[in-house]
């Protein structure tokens, strides 16, 4: 009788144990879903563990986790906190591979870090609902800086997660990633890993931002660039103290210096009266030693013949830049139309032919005399005229001006938007029947088919003609406008998969890639840096990979169920003497 009472009285221990670790990791697994704002709260083992302390003790004070007694309330260790925070970043790493498994198609990219030898990963996929997702996969501690060691990271991380070359669909790049010196050797490079794979620039890169990076690879170019960013720097510091230097600016208010384009808007429109207020905070002995100097030095820069020529080119092109972007925005993100993307870009092209000609040259070169008051060019690539014998035609500084830095700065923005328009061709070759799958004509539709069987047909069959005839003559959600783009088929379809196997390949193909914006939580260089920076004191390895992959998937991590997990902790911990 004893035995058998004291065999229950164990099985009750145990249970009470069981109760209170699985309510331990319930803890901690609460305060990492609710931690709203990453920027302002990054996740470590010491605001895991002082966040579970406080609502521990409010337990126990409450008698919430009371255990009565019947075995002492351990002080938990860090090493314990650390073991939870790797168990449930295995649990995402996990999440992620299964979702992987049933993706099929998936595309990468490789983003080095700012500041660091370490290079990001982010896979991008179609879920099992049809939606695209972007993931952020892993940190690997190598300098993405050449098409060598991209694809040696490519490997590596291809090895690692044991994902499929056959399914393996590109590499994306932002406009910052290194990628973009290298993509030409790097096409070759991926077409061994698969044939389809294809090298790509990130859709959510700003329009805006695209073209600035392209004209700012000749040295006038960044030249500017660089001093309308000091510009707006320096009047961002007279934010809370305008009424010091609005007297210099003849009352223009802070406003039009809230922005890096507001800013050369206003340089544009004001040249005289900035110069003018440069000067005078330059020497005015009331403003602090270091504003003086930086206000003189941002003077030479922007009183110059460039900055003045280049400031009024820039709003000219920045304006049906941005009218363009807010459509781009739209056709990339919501209304998945490669078409519509392509005809933007090759608009935009044909719109800067109308700048490449020497009439507008001079016209600039006119208006920039006028307004500036400085009648020569003073560029970096004059060189003085060699004593010949016989006399040779030069260019002058304004000839070396135009064809090196201004007729350049629109080839480069032209080939960047060319580059970008080729690709959206391809895709609207492949896929675009798709987004015009309402209105489409038989005969549209079967050679949209046909051309798509001639380049994958190692990857769908010619059953996809009858899949296509069943959707198209789904008439009620054809004529309610349900199934009017490559998107809305999407979502469709995996509720209808046994009938559209063929279908859904092909769109997981087109909407993996980078051509399309996904939603996605935590993606940017610079979050990834704050994040990064916070976790560089954590001296273990794992507690760092742990640590990084919970801080960057925090979306995925408010909907995992870590039910099993839980369980399976809490019996370990169970067994296990207090």
């Not at 069981?18 to 990054?42: C, M």
């Not at 993100?333 to 490669?338: A, P």
């Not at 490559?486 to 196997?501: A, D, G, H, L, M």
């Amino acid at each position: 009788m004893d035995r058998v009472r004291k065999k229950r009285k164990t099985c009750d221990l145990i249970k009470l144990k069981h109760e209170y670790w699985a309510n331990v990791f319930t803890g901690v697994v609460d305060i990492l879903r609710h931690t709203e704002k990453l920027n302002n709260d990054i996740i470590t083992i010491k605001y895991v563990a002082d966040k579970h302390k406080s609502r521990l003790l409010i337990a126990r004070y409450s008698k919430s986790l009371d255990t009565h007694g019947k075995f002492p309330t351990p002080i938990l260790s860090s090493g314990l906190y650390e073991r939870l925070i790797s168990l449930i970043a295995n649990n995402v790493i996990t999440q992620t591979k299964k979702e992987l498994e049933s993706a099929i198609y998936f595309s990468m990219s490789i983003d080095p870090v700012p500041d660091t030898d370490e290079s990001a990963i982010y896979i991008r996929y179609v879920d099992d609902k049809g939606i695209p997702k972007k993931r952020f996969l892993d940190i690997i501690n190598k300098p993405g800086d050449d098409a060598l060691q991209l694809m040696n990271i490519l490997h590596v991380t291809l090895d690692k997660y044991n994902l499929s070359h056959s399914g393996f669909m590109g590499l994306s790049y932002n406009i910052d990633s290194n990628i973009l010196k290298h993509r030409a050797s790097l096409k070759s490079c991926l077409k061994k890993i698969n044939k389809f794979a294809e090298i790509m620039p990130c859709s959510s890169d700003p329009l805006s931002l695209v073209v600035i990076k392209a004209a700012s690879s000749c040295y006038e170019g960044g030249a500017f660039f660089t001093t309308i960013d000091e510009l707006f720097k320096f009047f961002l510091f007279f934010q809370y103290q305008w009424d010091d230097v609005k007297f210099l600016l003849k009352d223009l208010s802070y406003n039009k210096f809230s922005s890096k384009n507001k800013a050369c808007k206003c340089l544009n429109k004001n040249w005289s009266t900035i110069v003018y207020a440069l000067f005078h905070i330059s020497k005015n002995i009331s403003f602090s030693h270091k504003i003086r100097a930086n206000a003189y030095m941002l003077l030479q820069k922007v009183k110059r013949l460039e900055t003045c020529f280049i400031t009024m080119f820039w709003e000219d092109i920045i304006g049906k830049i941005t009218e363009l972007e807010e459509n781009l925005l739209k056709y990339v993100s919501t209304d998945i139309n490669f078409f519509k993307i392509f005809d933007i870009y090759e608009s935009l092209i044909n719109y800067l032919n109308g700048f490449r000609t020497n009439e507008k040259f001079m016209d600039y070169k006119t208006c920039a005399f006028k307004k500036s008051n400085i009648l020569h060019f003073n560029n970096n690539f004059h060189t003085e005229k060699p004593q010949m014998r016989f006399p040779v035609d030069y260019a002058d500084e304004a000839d070396q001006f135009k064809i090196k830095t201004y007729f350049y700065m629109i080839d480069e923005i032209q080939a960047e938007l060319q580059y970008r328009k080729d690709i959206y061709w391809d895709l609207t070759s492949k896929f675009d029947f798709l987004n015009n799958f309402s209105t489409i004509t038989n005969a549209d539709l079967y050679q949209g088919l046909e051309n798509l069987l001639s380049i994958y047909l190692e990857y769908i069959d010619y059953h996809i003609s009858t899949e296509c005839d069943q959707l198209k003559n789904n008439t009620q959600n054809i004529l309610s406008g349900t199934l009017s783009s490559i998107r809305e088929i999407s979502t469709f379809i995996p509720s209808n998969i046994i009938f559209f196997e063929q279908l859904a390949k092909v769109i997981k193909m087109a909407l993996c890639l980078s051509a399309i914006n996904c939603k996605v939580e935590h993606s940017t260089l610079s979050v990834l840096k704050n994040v990064i920076t916070s976790l560089k004191p954590i001296t273990s390895e794992d507690n760092y990979n742990s640590l990084l992959i919970i801080n960057m998937n925090q979306k995925l991590l408010k909907s995992l169920d870590f039910k099993n997990v839980i369980k399976d902790f809490a019996v370990s911990q169970s067994t296990e003497s207090l």
